[in-house]
């Protein structure tokens, strides 16, 4: 009897041990790296349909890149010569269409310069002499450009450069002597001032002048540019100049430049300061800047209804690819797939499909923006934002693209799948 209850106790824990059989009614559930093979069957298969959808969301993206990219790289190179030139430069000049017309002082760049923030200040006066190539042209058929009276110490003052030759002097401002702006020797086809003994000539008024420098661009003096410049002497001998600055510019400490403003008409003007305007070119820049950046939210719009139309290109393909696939989802249901396999496969297929086509239209507009930039002589800027937003929203547009296919594809049942096919 002991001997029994033994055997009886011993075989019981044995019999405990032994593993439980598997469920088989129980769904197998498939890893990532299985859903994601699944979902890039379909795309193999039906490469060119692929691309195909994958190319409007492409170029969405590319849009999307290019017009945020571009306007943050010219704005990149705006702020850079701005920092370079400054801003802290005002022009002063009297209000136009004034009966009779304002007539700034002869002395009103030292008035300025008595102003304790002010560190420079020089003038221009418009000598309104017509200028041309030679004494054969027709006076009536003007260049578009200005003839104007220079002080000597206006370049330092707008911070500009002479690209070819020289600037006026001591020397060369009594003499016929003439130097170019940027625009005004383009138009004039003296490019540059050659080395040779005999200088290229203009005609102005009555005169021969010679040529000696020709300017870099002058961002924040556009007027320059379009403007020939002559000594101040040079000018009331030869052109008959009446002595009267049209335009004061006036360099400043920068954190004293809306002072120095505020009591610069004053200054310069005391009887009616009301008739002289003060403004500064550098916001002239800056409201250009903000109008482009206008026109590039319409093009941000544009690249969201680009995005807009290659997600419903996608969704399309999607749902096409679930009526032609019918049997191969039938058979998967048959062989035990359930509805959540069938809803992750077409899923994935539908996002992996967004997303390379997000992550080529962001390869390619990085390049085009690089390009565009470098040749513009830019430095290239894209917005981390834009990379960020163009990848994440090519994401939400696989999965609403998705949505509804893959739903409709898990509901079919077998034999419904099998039959239709």
């Known amino acids: 009897m002991n001997r029994r209850r033994t055997r009886t106790r011993t075989a019981s824990p044995r019999r405990a041990h032994r593993p439980a059989p598997e469920d088989p009614s129980r769904p197998v559930r498939l890893a990532v790296p299985d859903v994601l093979r699944l979902g890039l069957l379909g795309l193999r298969t039906r490469r060119t349909r692929a691309v195909l959808s994958a190319l409007g969301i492409s170029i969405g993206v590319v849009t999307l890149v290019l017009v945020t990219g571009i306007p943050a790289s010219s704005g990149r190179a705006l702020d850079e010569r701005l920092a370079r030139l400054g801003t802290n430069l005002l022009r002063v000049q009297p209000e136009p269409d004034q009966k009779p017309p304002v007539l700034l002082p002869d002395g009103v760049t030292a008035m300025a310069e008595r102003i304790r923030p002010v560190m420079a200040a020089s003038a221009v006066g418009n000598t309104h002499a017509v200028v041309s190539r030679s004494d054969r042209t027709d006076p009536a058929d003007p260049l578009g450009l200005t003839v104007l009276a220079s002080q000597d110490d206006l370049l330092p003052v707008l911070n500009g450069r002479v690209r070819s030759g020289r600037f006026l002097d001591r020397t060369t401002d009594r003499l016929p002597t003439v130097v170019l702006g940027y625009v005004a020797a383009a138009r004039l086809g003296v490019p540059r001032v050659p080395r040779s003994p005999r200088a290229p000539q203009v005609f102005i008024?009555?005169?021969w002048f010679s040529v000696v420098g020709v300017l870099d661009p002058l961002p924040l003096a556009q007027d320059i540019d379009r403007s020939i410049l002559v000594g101040v002497p040079a000018a009331r001998r030869w052109l008959g100049f009446d002595g009267h600055p049209t335009v004061l510019y006036v360099r400043a400490h920068e954190e004293a430049v809306e002072a120095v403003g505020a009591v610069l008409p004053a200054t310069v003007y005391p009887l009616t300061p009301g008739l002289v305007r003060v403004s500064r070119p550098s916001d002239a820049l800056t409201a250009k800047r903000a109008a482009n950046g206008t026109f590039s939210q319409l093009f941000l719009g544009l690249a969201g209804v680009a995005l807009l139309v290659g997600g419903i290109g996608i969704a399309n393909t999607m749902?096409?690819?679930?009526?032609?696939?019918?049997?191969?989802?039938?058979?998967?249901?048959?062989?035990?797939?359930?509805?959540?396999?069938?809803?992750?496969?077409?899923?994935?297929?539908?996002?992996?499909?967004?997303?390379?086509?997000?992550?080529?239209?962001t390869a390619i507009g990085l390049a085009a923006c690089a390009g565009y930039a470098t040749y513009q002589g830019w430095p290239p800027v894209v917005p981390a934002a834009t990379v960020a937003g163009g990848t994440g929203g090519t994401l939400l547009i696989g999965v609403l693209a998705g949505m509804y296919p893959s739903i409709r594809a898990a509901r079919l049942s077998p034999t419904e799948a099998l039959g239709a096919a």
């Open 319 to 361: 749902y096409i690819s679930v009526l032609e696939r019918r049997g191969e989802i039938g058979l998967r249901r048959a062989l035990g797939a359930h509805r959540g396999q069938i809803r992750g496969q077409f899923m994935a297929e539908s996002v992996v499909l967004s997303l390379a086509g997000g992550l080529a239209g």
């Open 205 to 207: 008024g009555e005169t």
